[in-house]
DNA sequence: TCTGGGGTCCTAGGACCC
DNA sequence: TCTGGGGTCCTAGGACCC
């Protein structure tokens, strides 16, 4: 059997933890920029506050209920997850664990007798909530797909299941199946929710009866195999061991405020391929390939959101780098050659990718190996930076004054990494 | 006026090789 | 006039996730 351990309103939880307060009251949490909302407690929720609809728009509702608004504070919601996940470890072991996202876990429970898991995870549940002030749900069943199911519906009727269900008969996992829409099932999202729709496949319970060979033509070949499998409580979707190295590591952000002079976006793409370079050495990993983008504003008042087109190019250097100064000089070339001239820029990006291990960098006949100094150097600065969860050191490309910066006017504050900023007991 | 950021996996199709 | 068969590698783009 499979667990999902799934934080509840994450970000807004962080929030409640420094501000008890607000415990039973509507919070919501913004997005970089303050752009649109990520978090909302489920009185945000019965408001009808809409998830990732823009900031502007929720305003004067927002306003009238008195809904409390943070933006995000990622140094506060980092260090909580960390110890909402080292919790996890030490209820079920460590390498039952596997960390999916920020605020969810798979734990790995195959070892279990089953008529312990429903009393294992009301103990998982209440443990995470005495050590880090965090509420989870969690849902058990034989594969992630179900166990997905499960903690959905735990979800959806707290009160009923006190935030925990366990699918552990054919009778209950069929039950569940047939209360699930399908647009509720992990891995179907708004394109092929519709086309289910269209072909009146309505619940879980329909698509867990259609044809191997139907899902292989429909719904995006092997993934759609995959799920039906998983659905049927088969395992098609197998625990990740340990910690995979990404593949491709990417820093990109809107604006503060639109920019209309090269010079700030250079200082940007250097900050972006910074932070970048400095996620690729904490996995021990050189990138080969530096792409830069940069979106000039949409010319049009349309009503709607839409991307503008995004202007890109890359450079394949001689030899993979981990090193900050030999990525930012290719990323801020890239920015001359897709610059233009009297446009308007609201976004900017960094990606590396040809990811290796730094240990084994194909050694390249015409360049001199990687100075020991640089290496040195990375290592202090990452150290310093690490330790205050920000670029307290940077270089001289990325800029001082940075007008193009993200605006976070209502930043709660970094109550466990910062000492001056710690939370105060009168 | 104001709409996030960072990933993964898969497929199709083109270029190229023998 | 006729124009194989099998393979690899790469890229772009689609779909999804939180």
């Known amino acids: 059997m499979k667990a999902i351990v799934d ?34 407690s489920d009185e945000a929720k019965k408001l009808g506050v809409q998830m990732a609809g823009p900031y502007f728009k929720a305003k004067p509702m927002i306003e009238k209920f008195g809904v409390s608004t943070f933006s995000s504070n990622y140094n506060l919601y980092g260090d ?86 366990v699918l552990d008969t054919e009778e209950k996992i069929n039950d569940a199946l047939r209360r699930t829409p399908v647009d509720d099932i992990w891995g179907v999202g708004r394109q092929y929710a519709e086309k289910l729709y269209r072909f009146q496949i309505n619940t879980a319970k329909d698509l867990q009866q259609m044809d191997i060979e139907w899902a ?82 949409e010319q049009s008042h349309n009503t709607y959101f839409r991307h503008g087109p995004t202007i890109s190019s890359y450079i394949t250097l001689p030899a993979a780098t981990s090193i900050t100064q030999e990525l930012i000089k290719p990323a801020v070339q890239l920015v001359n050659t897709l610059y233009e001239e009297g446009k308007i820029y609201k976004k900017a990006g960094v990606m590396l990718s040809d990811i290796v291990p730094d240990d084994s960098i194909q050694g390249n006949l015409f360049c001199a190996p990687a100075k020991n100094s640089n290496r040195l ?3 202090m600065m990452d150290n310093v930076n690490f330790a205050m969860r920000d670029d307290v050191l940077k270089f001289a490309a990325s800029g001082t004054a940075r007008d193009w910066k993200m605006r976070q006017e209502l930043r709660s504050k970094r109550y466990t990494t910062r000492w001056n900023e710690l939370y105060e007991i009168k």
């Open 80 to 165: 909580l997850s960390w110890r909402v996940m080292e919790t996890l470890r030490v209820l079920v072991g460590k390498k039952n664990v596997e960390v999916y996202s920020v605020d969810e876990a798979f734990l790995d429970l195959e070892e279990m007798p089953s008529e312990k898991l429903q009393q294992l995870s009301i103990e998982i549940k209440e443990t995470v909530e005495r050590w880090t002030g965090i509420k989870v749900s969690v849902g058990v069943a034989p594969t992630k797909v179900l166990s997905k199911i499960a903690n959905h519906l735990a979800k959806k009727n707290k009160v009923a299941t006190q935030c925990v269900v």
């Open 377 to 379: 150097l990375m290592t």
């Open 216 to 297: 292989k033509k429909n719904l995006g070949g092997v993934m759609g195999v995959r799920l039906i499998k998983e659905l049927r409580g088969e395992t098609a979707i197998k625990m990740e061991e340990e910690l995979v190295n990404k593949r491709m590591i990417a820093t990109t952000r809107m604006f503060g405020q639109a920019v209309d002079n090269i010079k700030d976006i250079k200082e940007a793409i250097a900050t972006y391929t910074s932070r970048a370079a400095e996620k690729l050495r904490r996995q021990n990993s050189a990138a080969r390939t530096v792409s830069v983008f940069i979106v000039p504003k």
């Open 7 to 40: 934080c509840n309103s994450f970000y807004c939880s962080c929030e409640r933890v420094f501000h008890p307060e607000l415990d039973h009251k509507p919070v919501v949490v913004l997005s970089n920029n303050d752009g649109c909302i990520i978090s909302r």
